[in-house]
Structure formats: structure tokens, C-alpha cells
T-cell receptor, first 111, second 115 residues
Framework: DTAVSQTPKYLVTQMGNDKSIKCEQN?????MYWYKQDSKKFLKIMFS???????INETVPNRFSPKSPDKAHLNLHINSLELGDSAVYFC??????????FGPGTRLTVT | AQSVSQHNHHVILSEAASLELGCNYS??????LFWYVQYPGQHLQLLLK??????LVKGIKGFEAEFIKSKFSFNLRKPSVQWSDTAEYFC?????????????FGKGTHLIIQP
């Protein structure tokens, strides 16, 4: 009955690899998001997406790309991983600008 | 663009003490306001939210927050904290009616409750 789920929970990979993180929500929300939480716990929006628009935080490298096969899913693809990409990535969803519900997070470690 | 400032980065209290965590935001328009809590190793959970109406909002686990528009503030309070309140607390805002707009978070307050 998990509202927002992410897989995998942990991801360890080497520099230069390409990886994906999956996110699914069963809340019927129209908007989904990806956030990055760094080692100091600071949370920063990466992408916002509904069926009409994709909003990209201008500071996000173009190695990161969201893919939405349908309204319930927003996957995160990362190309050419770098050491600085190590962080916890959270998916979230909401109905328009209302409260957001977060997934359990994916801890990415790039070696 | 919005910005959020949380004044206290680390707070240590004893059980039963009263808590107030400060949050100020900067934005030229109307905002929605949120407090989230992150227990160690867990995801973010919504504590409370303000969209409109009564500026004093009550959330889960005995928390409340007051929106003071003139001060651009949304401080979090709890009359008597418990050891289980040890966590990271985040204030967040988004633009009301902003569509697919993400939350802007403060840098968080690490709260430690000593038994």
C-alpha cells in the first residue's frame, strides 16, 4: 500500500556508468518530482513534471533526465555518473501545488 | 524565486521542554507553507501545512505552526517534546497556484532530544 515507492533503495556504481532510478505513485496525483539531498541534508528540487510541462532546475546537469511512461511513474536516468552525484534522491508527488508525498529515497554512491 | 531561511541548524533540548523552530521565507507572491520531518534514515513526512485561512495550523504528533504574513514567518512549535522527536526538520514553500512547481526547502534543523 506504499503511496510513493522507489527502486532501488541503494545503488552503488562506478564513475562513468549510466543508471536509472524508478518511481511510482498510487495516489492519483498529477505532478511528480525529483529531489536531491546532499551529505549536509540539504534538499534541492531537480525536476517537476505533470502531463503538460516539465520544469527543470537550471543547475541540474543535462546528464540527468526524467522519463515518464505514464502519470503514475517518473523515472530518473543519469548518464556518465560522477563522484559528485553521490547523494540521496527522493521522488515525490502531489496534486497541483498541494502537499507533496515523498518516497523512501535512493542512496546513490558513485565510486 | 522563493528562498527559505531556518535560523537554528542544531537544537538540543531535554524531554518535556518547549520547542520553537524559526522559519522565514522570501517571495513576492502568495505561498503555501509546509513543515516536514525526517527521522534518521527515513523519508520526509509531512508535519503540517498552510494554504489559507486560520494562520495557526495544527499538525501531527502535537506540532503546530503560525503563519505571520507581515514577518514572512512560519515558526514550528511544540509545547513538550519527547525523545522520539529527535529528527531533522525542514520548512518548505511553494508558490500558490504555481502548477508543477517544486518545493523550496530551508537547510533544515537537526533536533536532538535528550532523555
Amino acid at each position: 500500500d506504499t503511496a510513493v515507492s522507489q527502486t532501488p533503495k541503494y545503488l552503488v556504481t562506478q564513475m562513468g556508468n549510466d543508471k536509472s532510478i524508478k518511481c511510482e505513485q498510487n495516489l492519483g496525483h498529477d505532478t511528480m518530482y525529483w529531489y536531491k539531498q546532499d551529505s549536509k541534508k540539504f534538499l534541492k528540487i531537480m525536476f517537476s513534471y505533470n502531463n503538460k510541462e516539465l520544469i527543470i532546475n537550471e543547475t541540474v546537469p543535462n546528464r540527468f533526465s526524467p522519463k515518464s511512461p505514464d502519470k503514475a511513474h517518473l523515472n530518473l536516468h543519469i548518464n556518465s555518473l560522477e563522484l559528485g552525484d553521490s547523494a540521496v534522491y527522493f521522488c515525490a508527488s502531489s496534486h497541483k501545488d498541494r502537499e507533496q508525498y515523498f518516497g523512501p529515497g535512493t542512496r546513490l554512491t558513485v565510486t | 524565486a522563493q528562498s527559505v531561511s531556518q535560523h537554528n541548524h542544531h537544537v538540543i533540548l531535554s524531554e518535556a521542554a518547549s520547542l520553537e523552530l524559526g522559519c522565514n521565507y522570501s517571495y513576492g507572491g502568495t505561498v503555501n507553507l509546509f513543515w516536514y520531518v525526517q527521522y534518521p534514515g527515513q523519508h520526509l513526512q509531512l508535519l503540517l501545512k498552510y494554504f489559507s485561512g486560520d494562520p495557526l495550523v495544527k499538525g501531527i504528533k502535537g506540532f503546530e505552526a503560525e503563519f505571520i504574513k507581515s514577518k514572512f514567518s512560519f515558526n514550528l512549535r511544540k509545547p513538550s517534546v519527547q525523545w522520539s522527536d529527535t529528527a531533522e526538520y525542514f520548512c518548505a514553500v511553494n508558490a500558490r497556484g504555481g502548477g508543477a512547481d517544486g518545493l523550496t526547502f530551508g537547510k533544515g534543523t537537526h533536533l536532538i532530544i535528550q532523555p
